[in-house]
């Protein structure tokens, strides 16, 4: 039937309008955009840094030990004549690499956790309700040094230190955030079709609060750089001489007087990462809310 | 004279999407004493009209024209300090939705002793035997221990007794009925109707009372007006209007009132106007069953007579002569 | 017995707790039991905390009910089996706002098949392009018909209309009120519909059943129930009534609010707001008497009416 393909065809092309609404209301915001541009260039220069690095990142020159920022090397070199500039190339996958890692398992799990305590509430929700209030009790940070100090250092042991404590955080935002939508009338609708929970859960739950879990784990996405920098920083996460950005400011400290650019350098890029998945959150909360859809 | 002529009144939102006339030149009159009910759907204009009457439209609505002459005076001429002494004195307003206009932290009683001190600076201590008999006179019972009651406390009809109480405490002229009973169950409704058929009664209150429903405005109102697409269609006694409806659109607002059991009811087709994209010429048109080719061009017109006018093709020969 | 029940509801009660020990309840329905006969149309009016919503919600299986059992065609049934069907209030929130039409209706079809959405949407008398769209495109009537197609689209027994036009406007109500008539006509659904306003009550219903405060005041034929109504709150009802209705022989002002459910009067429930009220309501609760074969009332007083 002809009716039929254009019809198809129009149902997709109607989808694809809401997505090039959604792109156009993004870009409206110039400073989040920016931030885009800013995380997609340095998560580009970590990939590249699996692979490349223009100065072995790992191998001392003691002859070119805290040389100040040349042509040679343009971020200069440490105190065991380490080319900067390597060393944050190939210590992205690490910092950014850790961290994406963590929050991605954390928020799975937490969203897994959430939709059901908030779908079926009653003792299954009471009881990840009350275990994530127990995990909820420190900060964040506190919370991952704590695991960072029983896990002992690494790179596992920080990945999970991390995402442990992300998990009931997404938990209770899910909860909350499938609270809202249980009692809307279309899930009385897909019960009345003998849709099981799962499946209501995954199909009208999930996509009509995805857009909060985007946004957040965008915010979180910056949080995740900062602890496993600070875990690195304090000693705790990823041990020297692995570039980690935090591990690389943690080594470099005591020359913060007298070369300071060693310092700085990588303290300023963990600074300008984080708050670039900052700013960028905001811009994805204006752009993915469906109940503004209308407006556009 | 007229208590309240209106006048041309037009007001715009201003959108992203686009340039809305929420209310299109329109103009309606109240006596002393006399209600006159406003009906329309969703997107008639008439919520807009009504608040733009005391210059209380939001942004990004604008009042962009017309006249509102309140005992003479052009309340659009007034400063912000003297229409805020008009408001609440002079002319009040009740809601749809009683709740958000209470504050949930303080007593009622607190809240309807303010409305006397905002106007009178009188002390809040003296006026506790005021607000009691302000709320039997809105018919709630067991006043004197209501008075310390929260809002939390009190139903959907209670809080809208209590802002009426707070409408009527300092005896104002015109009360101003924004779907005030829509919210409410039936048998509230007609508890709050015959309590402003009693103020009107008894303190000569005219009312200018907005409803979707041309059933309830039939057993309050004196006089209607139907709005339809920020335009007045027709407007006359209500029992004139129920009887023998002569716009299109109020014809089927009337009809589909007229329950017959298991009939069909008379529907009209389509859906509420698009106000982004209103047709040409009359806006009932598309919807309209006794539409013809004349009526794209057709450019708004009422005809009056001395109860009342229409604004429809259909009248347009016959009317004039 | 002459006509088949088929949904019916046998002394359901339905208490919800107000704190975790349960020692607080509000009596949400409170024994009651109902029937609907095969393409009737049975109403349930009362005021809002009447119990209405809840009964319906327990008849189509969403609320379990706490004692009691709903039986299908004479048969006890636990969960769904998809042959009731319900029509909501709000048109925003019943359908999935991050669904295309096509999605929502078809997820209620068995084969999904655009042809057999298409047809669902032109038998609600929506133009089969709709598919394409997001619920929010959609005004409010339009909206309710994709909610009756969804509802129709499984093919279902008894359909319940808990408030269906309420939130729609003056004009599109005709329309829709309409549609559900001739659905009726064309495929004998069965219709619960629950409703406040008694002008569509009077218009579209066989029977009304009355509640209030959790029970169930007066039952029978609509004719009948409106015509001669023999319970006080009915009368009242009728009374505060703005649409073109038979006005009752003995009209009952207004007055009172509905009592706490959580604490109900002791007797019968009404009494606290009944101009008739007598020592005897006080005391006894008042059965469901029957005064003719189907016309059944709750009330000590009704020979008096």
Known sequence: MIERETLLKEMNEHKRTIKIATWKTFKRNKISFLSSLIIL????????????????????????????????????????????????????????????????????????????????????????????????????????????????????????????????????????????????????????????????????????????????????????????????????????????????????????????????????????????????????REALDPKLRRLL | MKLLEVEDLSVEYHLPQGKVKAVDEVSLTIDKGEVVGVVGESGSGKSTLAHAVIRLVRPPGKIVGGRVLFNGQDLLKLNDEDIRKIRGKEISMIFQDPSSY????????????????????????????????????????????????????????????????????????????????????????AEILSLLNELKEEYGLSI????????????????????????????????????????????????????????????????????????????????????????KEWNYKMIRDHEGGVACAIYENTGSS | MQFMKILEAVNVHKYFPLDIFGRKKIRAVDDVSVYVTPSETLAIVGESGSGKTTLGRILSGLIKPDKGKILYKGYGFNGFHGKVQMVFQNPDSSLDPSWQIYDIVSEATNNKSLESVAEALETVGLNPAYVTKYPYELSGGEKQRVAIARAIATEPEVIILDEPVSALDASIRAQILNLLLDLQEKKGYTYVLIDHDLGRVWHISDRVVVMYAGKVVEEGKTEEVFQNPKHPYTMMLLSASTSSIPKPKIHVDIQGELPSLIDPPSGCRFRTRCPFAQEKCKTEEPQLYSTSSEHKVACHLFEKF
Not at chain 1, 77 to 97: F, V
Not at chain 1, 226 to 243: E, I, N, Q, R, W
Not at chain 2, 249 to 265: E, I, M, S, W
């Open chain 1, 41 to 284: 260039g340095v998560g580009a220069l970590s990939v590249l840094g699996i692979f490349y690095t223009p100065y072995d990142p790992y191998k001392p020159s003691f002859s070119e030990a805290l040389m100040p920022p040349s042509l040679t090397h343009p971020l200069g070199t440490d105190w065991l004549g380490r080319d900067i500039l390597s060393r944050i190339i190939a210590g992205g996958k690490y910092t950014l690499g850790l961290a994406f890692v963590a929050i991605v398992i954390g928020a799975t799990i937490g969203t897994f956790l959430g939709l059901a305590s908030g779908y079926y509430l009653g003792l299954i929700g009471a009881t990840i309700q009350r275990i994530t209030e127990v995990f909820l009790i420190l900060p964040t940070l506190i919370m991952a040094t704590l695991f960072a100090a029983i896990l002992g250092t690494g790179l596992l042991s920080t990945l999970l230190a991390v995402a442990i404590p992300i998990i009931p955080v997404y938990a209770k935002l899910v909860h909350s955030a499938t609270l809202r939508v249980r009692n809307e009338d279309y899930i009385e609708a897909a019960k009345l079709l003998k849709k099981s929970g799962p499946y209501i859960m995954f199909n009208h739950i999930l996509p009509n609060i995805l857009h909060i879990i985007i946004v957040q784990t965008t915010y979180y996405m910056g949080t995740g750089i900062l602890t496993v920098s600070a875990l690195g920083f304090l000693g705790l996460g990823v041990p020297s001489p692995t570039p980690e950005w935090g591990t690389i400011v943690g080594d470099a400290k005591g020359y913060i007087f007298s070369y300071p650019y060693v310092v700085f350098i990588p303290g300023i890029l963990i600074a300008i990462v984080v708050v670039a998945f900052n700013i960028l959150g905001d811009g994805l």
């Open chain 2, 102 to 189: 209470l504050n949930p932290v303080y007593p009622v009683g607190f809240q309807i002793a303010e409305v006397y001190e905002a106007h009178n600076n009188t002390n809040m201590k003296e006026l506790n035997g005021e607000v009691v008999s302000l709320l039997k006179k809105v018919r709630i019972t067991d006043s004197e221990v209501r008075v310390g009651s929260y809002p939390y406390e009190l139903s959907g009809g209670m809080k809208q007794r209590i802002l009426i109480a707070m409408a009527i405490a300092l005896k104002p002229k015109l009360l101003i009925a924004d779907e005030p009973t829509s919210a409410l169950d039936t048998t509230i409704q």
């Open chain 2, 208 to 295: 200018l009372f907005i409803s979707h429903d041309i059933g309830v405005v039939s057993k309050i109102a004196d006089r209607m007006i139907v709005m339809y697409a920020g335009k007045v269609v027709e407007e006359g006694p209500v029992r004139r209007i129920v009887e023998e409806p002569l716009h299109p659109y109020t014809k089927a607002l009337v009809l589909a009132t007229k329950t017959a059991r298991k009939k069909k009811l008379f529907s009209i087709p389509g859906t509420p106007p698009d106000m982004f994209n209103l047709p040409k010429g009359c806006t009932f048109y598309p919807r309209c069953p006794y539409a013809k080719e004349t009526c």
